[in-house]
Nanobody, 124 residues
């Protein structure tokens, strides 16, 4: 699975940005897609995820401001970010979790894939 992210940039506080990520390769194995972010000196944290069925999950810090969406026909995931704050400044990474079946009994494992990261800078 390969992931190509785009859409980062510089925006003033209160503004909006939209991130997009396109998946290619073994896309039929992808179950969950999402966005994570890493601020300078901090760990990479989950921002939002969405399952193939459309179930979403958000970090508390972005609930009500960010919206994740997925187009399974185009193999893309997007993150609409509104009311941006300076603390949203980070490198944002697209993520995909793919499931691989090991045997006929259905045993499987998951593997994480990451995009190259896109920088979002929010000026106050």
């Amino acid at each position: 699975v390969q992931l190509q992210a785009s859409g980062g940039g510089l925006v003033q506080a209160g503004g909006s940005l939209r991130l997009s990520c396109a998946a290619s390769g073994s896309i039929n194995r992808i179950k969950v897609m999402g966005w994570y972010r890493q601020a300078p000196g901090k760990e990479r944290d989950m921002v939002a995820t969405i399952s193939s069925g459309g179930t979403t999950n958000y970090a508390d810090s972005v609930k009500g401001r960010f919206t994740i969406s997925r187009d399974n026909t185009k193999n893309t995931v997007a993150l609409q970010m509104n009311s941006l704050k300076s603390e949203d400044t980070a490198i944002y990474y697209c993520n995909a979790e793919a499931t691989y079946v090991i045997n006929v009994e259905g045993a499987s494992y998951e593997r994480q894939y990451w995009g190259q990261g896109t920088l979002v800078t929010v000026s106050s």
